[in-house]
């Protein structure tokens, strides 16, 4: 009904409409009407009300409805077939179940709002509504699943050529996959792997991009640490950023399956900011320092501590 009410506010036109007409022309009670008006208030739709002439829409906010994110996509396969979700626990655990249940390849699950969105290391990942994008994308690669793990680095490369194209020309990625702006974090990527010993079941790429926060607007834990696209003074239409993720994602997965990892490899390495640097790497309880000097050819980070080069396979960075 909902849909039908917004429906009927944009055949208005901008117009005012009242209550008693809504309600008669689509055979429902004014109190009903009240209650989904102001759910789409709370999503970010903005409307007038005169006690004396109803209401009228003056402001649709930019959702990712499959219609929206259609009219703007580019790609072959990738995100045709969507998903879409006002409200989700996290996309990534539906896209596993779809692809459970047979999926293709190049579909995604879209939603306004993560209520338990996860990250890396079973982190939390913070996802209000309408303020990001959090997609995952099921992918059925033909490699073998020892060369699953560098489709994150693969994602990173993607996701960072999007943003920069989009007015943040300064975004690069720290190993392994998250994209840095000024110093901050701006995406988030959790790459999870359903395999046997022979074959890639699929792969769930789960991608978490702030656009629409301000810096007080993140819960204070990573207020510091954490930024948007708004918070760096830029805007960006989401559904035009997320199509040109999944050009980009499509891209580079065409790179890999057609000539290899080494060409994504040095793609990740020219849209670095870990290389080069002096890095802390923490393995749970240890940690030390040392100069990021190189990724080998399995995307492992490898450190040099002076005595010795330490190869990184899993853990947190920072610079
Ligand atoms: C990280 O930074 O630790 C990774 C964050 C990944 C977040 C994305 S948002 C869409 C998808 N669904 C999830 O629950 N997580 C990923």
Known sequence: MRNEILEYFRKANGQFVSGEQISKDLNVSRTAIWKHIKILKSRGYIFESSTRKGYRLIYEPDLLTPLEIESVLHTKNFG??????????????????????????????????????????????????????????????????????????????????????????????KWPNDIMVNGRKLVGILTELSASMEKIDYIIMGIGINTGMERADFPEAFREGATSFRAEGVHVSRKTLLAAVLSELEKEYAVAETEGFARVLDNWRNLSCTLGQSVRVVLGTNSYTGKAVDIDKDGCLLVDTGNEVNRVIAGDVSI
């Open 80 to 173: 045709r077939h969507i998903v879409y979700m006002e409200s989700t626990a996290s996309t990534n655990e539906v896209a596993k179940e779809l692809a459970r249940k047979g999926a293709e390849e190049g579909s995604i699950v879209v939603a306004e709002e993560q209520r338990s969105g996860r990250g890396r290391l079973q982190r939390g990942f913070y996802s209000p509504f309408a303020k990001g994008i959090w997609f995952s994308l099921i992918l059925r690669p033909d490699f073998f699943p020892m060369e699953a793990s560098k489709s994150t680095l693969l994602a990173a490369v993607g996701v960072c050529r999007a943003v920069r194209s989009l007015g943040l020309p300064n975004a690069a990625i």
